[in-house]
């Protein structure tokens, strides 16, 4: 669309264009109201301005007519534009169930990722070309804000609970990362990139590592040792049998759960995250609340690595 | 052409009652609080400026300037704190609303004059205790969000102890200004009669009174939280930081229409006196008033929609916030509309009403892009957001009460300020907001975060456009202020009303009397009737 009145940055993402396209509109339409609204003004004042001290005023009140017609048509517009929000949005808030997930943990002032192989970095997140990336993230102090300009997309990081995001890379490139919660001294310094790269150094990248590196276990095979380390396998089986617990079979794969009060919720990592830590806030219809909570005895990677265990269950 | 008799005696007015700076202090005169408010707000308001000026300095080239990073990050935290809880959250109401709305109803005072002598008083202590956050380095961000302010004490607990503090004043001018106007109100001046600031002020007092308690609570935790460690916002406690961030814009919403809805009411009056024009629509802007102020309590989710909230909040809070653009689009309509077939002088004051229009819609129709979700998730916590909100805030709050200020000058003072310097201050400060508020638009569509010390060197140019800016910005304000504070003292004399406005208080002296009127006046027209034709029988807004 006419965009001479916006300047985004690159759009790297399947959707840039897209999210682009209603900010052109929203100027454009912006753009025009004001020169036309502040053009009218200008023009009656010019017009009507007083010329003699007798100067004859129309006594004019109001017109309900005319009143109607500009409380109806700025509502439909904010209807459309809340639509169109609606819609692009959605997308965005929907990442497919093919999506890479990659870990992020925020630090004060730093940004880390743990890929699924279990390769890490820090400030830079390396992404193939063409595949939707989902990144859940957590932070280990204040409040930070994960923002990609070029991918139009931006997120809010907490301690204690996991926040998503989601986007499919379409362009080769170094994009900024930016920290876009005020979050101390060097928050100005919080800043990183993201790496868009084809397929095959994507993968070359996952397993590239320095000679005399310890092998490295995976965030799920990490997940797999926590299972009988830390004896959630005595109640909780593998094979779809239920025993103390609800068994973790398909586990991520059933989405929903029953709980005890009737109420259903969705099963995502911030669900299974609250259930290790403290069992009893929701409870599954069916089981008694016998788990002893984990707060304080694993860490937040210990965390991770489990609900990655999870997921190939 | 006075309806209601007042005696020009301009040897005893509220100025020359009592003379000594205790009859000023204990003084429970409503335009001599009103005027104290002003004076000690205008101190805050260069104190914030210079910090704003300082913050503009640092950012004129990437990395270090004039200061390292945690300068800087003081410095953005105290400009913000300074400005909104010190200057513009009494703002308008408690200087123009406290010297105006007695003498535009038609009474003697408001209804408790000690209390609003209260409300001052608290507002001077809380700006007392704001210089220990000023002397301690506040640096978290005027917002104060949990976990990071649960660290930083000292400052904290001052500078939250002092928005506390200057949450009680304006709770107490909220009460008063709506016990006053339900019922103090003179003989003749029903509802549908009341000047249009004046029901500005009402929705005002409403929200003042509804919604400040909340931000009083939320600071009360957050000082608990940092002296005994109360685990209430830090998740190291066992806390919830959302939760914070709730409770703070519950209240932080509502207070940007505090601060911007008696600008309206400004405007509203301005408009028919310089066009000689009845204002078009008068019911439409009172409901549109009060609309604003309900609708404003439902938004504050708009604030968070990246906060990790789920999505049908986010869609909840989107289709709402929607609905405060279209009272606000009526208001710029019915404006626009009085000036049709008027007589329209171009004096300082109508400018300042007419730019407050240009600018307000420039910040209104932005607020469309934040409202719409997927555009809202590139411009959150960007400078877009930056711009948006000091177009509302400056370029509205702002540019209204310098409107107000100029329009009824001769009625607080007596005397006329020098026109033409007037109108050139005016230009300095609309070239010089313009040149610093529009480059933000671009750095944020860019993807320029906000609260950032140091920048990448593509955003160089623009952040030095916007300093330019800001430095003729600043130029226009000493102009203005100079110009005002000369005429203070050494202005012309003025006529009681030298722009024949109709309201109730142009009828009294300038500057008026000590208590007002001698006898309440009895109120037999709307306030806007200019040019009324002699056989209109109706004595009503429409």
Partial sequence: MFDLFTSMPEQAATWSADVDWLNDLITNLSVFFTVTLTGAMIYLGVKYRKKSEDQEVAYITHNAMLETVWTVVPTIICAVMFVYGIISYKEMRTPPSSAIEINVDAYSWRWDFTYPGGKKSTNTLVVPLGQPIRLIMTSHDVIHSFFIPAMRVKEDVYQGNYSYLWFEPIKLGEFHIFCAEYCGLQHSAMIGKVKVVTQEEYEDYLVDRKAGDAPQLSPAEAGKVLYTEKTCNTCHSLDGSQTLGPSFKGLFASKERKLADGTVVPIDENYIRESILQPQAKMVEGFSPIMPAFEGQLSEEDIANLIAYLKTL | MSAYAATDDHDHNYINWEKGFWSWWMSIDHKRIGLMYLGTMLMFFAIGGFFALLVRIELFTPGETIMGAADYNTAFTLHGVVMIFLFIVPGIPATLGNFLLPLMIGAKDVAFPRLNRLSYWLYVLSGGVAVLAIVFRLDTGWTFYAPYS?????????????????????????????????????????????????????????????????????????????????????????????????????????????????????????????????????????????????????????????????????????????????????????????????????????????????????????????????????????????????????????????????????????????????????????????????????????????????????????????????????????????????????????????????????????????????????????????????????????
Wanted: charged share 10%; net charge negative.
């Fill in chain 2, 150 to 542: 649960v660290q930083n004490s000292t400052a904290v607990v001052a500078a939250t102890t002092a928005a506390f503090l200057g949450g009680f004043a304006s709770i107490l001018t909220g009460v008063n200004f709506l016990v006053t106007i339900h019922n103090m109100r003179a003989p003749g001046m029903h509802w549908g009669r009341l000047p249009l600031f004046v029901w500005t002020l009402y929705a005002t007092a409403i929200l003042q009174v509804v919604a400040t308690p909340v931000i009083g609570i939320t600071l009360l935790l957050l000082i608990l939280e940092n002296v005994f460690g109360l685990g209430v916002f830090d998740p190291d406690l066992g806390g919830d930081p959302v939760l914070f961030e709730h409770m703070f814009w519950f209240y932080s919403h509502p207070v940007v229409y505090i601060m911007i809805l008696p600008a309206m009411g400004i405007v509203s009056e301005i408009i028919p006196v310089f066009s000689r024009k009845p204002i078009f629509g008068y019911r439409a802007i009172v409901y549109a008033s009060v609309g604003i102020a309900a609708i404003s309590f439902l938004v504050w989710g708009h604030h968070m929609f990246v906060a990790g909230m789920a999505n049908l909040t986010r869609y909840i809070f989107s289709f709402l916030t929607f609905f405060v653009a279209v009272p606000t689009a009526v208001k710029v309509f019915n404006w626009i509309s009085t000036l049709y077939k008027g007589s329209v002088t171009w004096d300082s004051p109508m400018l300042y009403a007419l730019s407050f229009v240009f600018l307000f819609l420039i910040a209104g129709c932005t607020g469309i892009h934040l409202a719409t979700l997927s555009t809202d998730a590139h411009y959150h916590d960007t400078y877009f957001v930056v711009a948006h909100f000091h177009y509302t805030i400056q370029g509205g709050a702002v540019i209204g009460l310098l409107g107000g200020l100029h329009f009824w000058f001769s009625k607080m003072f007596g005397r006329m300020y020098n026109e033409k310097l007037a109108k050139v201050g005016w230009l300095f400060l609309f070239i010089g907001f313009n040149g610093a508020f529009l480059p933000m638009f671009i750095l944020g569509m860019e993807g320029m975060p906000r609260r950032y010390f140091d920048y990448p060197v593509e955003f160089t140019t623009l952040h030095q456009m916007a300093t330019i800016g800001a430095f003729v910005n600043g130029l226009g304000y000493l102009f203005v202020f100079g110009n005002l504070g000369y005429a203070v003292f050494r202005g012309k004399k003025a006529g009681t009303n030298p722009y024949e406005s109709l309201s109730l208080e142009w009828q009294t002296p300038s500057p008026p009397a000590h208590d007002n009127w001698e006898t309440i006046p009895i109120v037999t027209d709307w306030t806007y009737g200019y040019g009324k034709p002699e056989d209109d029988e109706s004595h009503a807004g429409h």
